[in-house]
């Protein structure tokens, strides 16, 4: 079984910080997915990258797909209170089977 | 509209009991899947069905029985609930996407929080 590794599990910031979280593994993924769960809620697609290297944009947060398809890390430019949730990592290995990290819960603190 | 919807929301039992979980996806999905997500937040799956057939299963006890009526409903029995079955259970469905394609998008249900006292 793939495992992915995320850090920080915890991260708690100022309004305004930057931060960035970190999804790690020793495999190779096709495609590697992050999500975000509110309580009480199920996990919301945020953003798929699929090429090595590949980086998008989703306003004040910035995906990127190592080289090597291996890991991947979101970045927040200026958090707010509203990006306050637990940040999931998923490496998909082909198209049926998706392999979670074990989350970041980050606060943002007004 | 809801996309991925659960019921019940939460389920309260006793060791011991025998209890089902529903699910049903609006989106015209082909696969659905039921993932398990234990008290530290870790979401690991557990069953995923395609077009009513049985493509992948975790090690999951025997205890665990998936049935897909149709394409749009997956829902899971369990019998004999044991107190380490306590968890947040969560429905999800997607597109299959066939060999050579790398998306595996999924959509979540809202979860069913299951205690076994």
């Known amino acids: 079984t793939q495992l992915l590794e995320q850090s920080p599990q915890f991260l708690s910031i100022q309004e305004g910080e930057n931060l960035t979280v970190y999804c790690n593994s020793s495999?190779?993924?096709?495609?590697l997915q992050w999500y975000r769960q509110e309580p009480g809620e199920g996990p919301v697609l945020l953003v798929t990258?699929?090429?090595?290297?590949e980086v998008k944009k989703l306003k004040r947060l910035t995906f990127q797909f190592g080289d090597a398809r291996k890991d991947s890390s979101l970045h927040i430019t200026a958090a707010q209170p509203g990006d306050t949730g637990l940040y999931l990592c998923?490496?998909?290995?082909?198209?049926?089977?998706?392999?979670f990290g074990q989350g970041t819960r980050l606060t943002i603190n007004p | 509209d809801t996309a991925v919807s659960q019921t019940p929301k939460y389920l309260v039992t006793q060791m011991g009991n025998d209890k089902s979980i529903k699910c049903e996806q609006n989106?015209?999905?082909?696969?659905m899947y039921w993932y398990k997500q234990d008290s530290k937040k870790f979401l690991k799956i557990m069953f995923s069905?395609?077009?009513?057939?049985?493509?992948i299963n975790e090690t999951v006890p025997n205890r665990f029985s998936p049935k897909s009526p149709d394409k749009a409903h997956l829902n899971l029995h369990i019998n004999s609930l044991e107190l380490g079955d306590s968890a947040v259970y969560f429905c999800?469905?997607?597109?299959?996407?066939?060999?050579?394609?790398?998306?595996?998008?999924?959509?979540f249900g809202p979860g069913t929080r299951l205690t076994v006292l």
């Open positions: 999800a469905s997607s597109h299959l996407h066939l060999a050579g394609s790398s998306y595996n998008e999924q959509f």
């Open positions: 495999s190779v993924f096709s495609s």
């Open positions: 990258v699929v090429t090595g290297g």
């Open positions: 998923a490496g998909a290995q082909g198209a049926q089977k998706l392999v």
């Open positions: 989106l015209g999905h082909d696969t």
């Open positions: 069905y395609n077009n009513k057939e049985l493509i």
